[in-house]
């Protein structure tokens, strides 16, 4: 017989996924009306990833990449999509622009779970040092 609480943490986890899987339905309600809405992008985005929907993800970032190309955070959250979906090059040229527009969360760079497969591949080294390197210039 199962425990109370483990039926209880059951149900909580049934219900938020089930209450991001409405926000998802509602933000691509919004996002259809009017497909330029960055924040609303931005969150459908968010929500996709969050449901492990990694590839809806992806697009939604290429698409919010196209309408903010000066955007660090941007180009920070494209990466995770490229690196979650297992195209670590496509996520390194991400993470590189990302730096270069002005990305500077640098303690959340190293340990996003988002990243964890870009950081396992050979241009991660390059991108440390292009870390160290901002971190030397900002001190």
């Not at 691509?28 to 969050?50: C, S």
């Not at 190293?110 to 030397?136: F, G, M, Q």
Request: charged residues 35%.
């Amino acid at each position: 017989m199962a425990s109370k609480s483990n039926v209880s943490k059951s149900r909580s986890a049934r219900d938020q996924t089930r209450a991001l899987d409405i926000q998802i339905q509602f933000m691509e309600g919004v996002v259809r009306r009017d497909p330029r809405y960055v924040e609303a992008l931005q969150l459908l985005g968010d929500n996709y990833t969050k449901r492990g929907r990694y590839s809806e993800g992806l697009n939604v970032d290429e698409r919010l990449a196209e309408l903010e190309p000066e955007n660090p955070l941007v180009f920070y959250n494209l990466a995770c999509s490229y690196s979650l979906t297992e195209k670590c090059d496509l996520a390194a040229d991400a993470i590189e622009k990302a730096l270069t527009l002005g990305y500077r969360d640098f303690n959340w760079m190293v340990k996003d779970p988002d990243l964890k497969k870009l950081r396992a591949h050979p241009r991660y080294k390059a991108i440390r040092e292009t870390v160290r390197s901002l971190k030397s210039k900002d001190e």
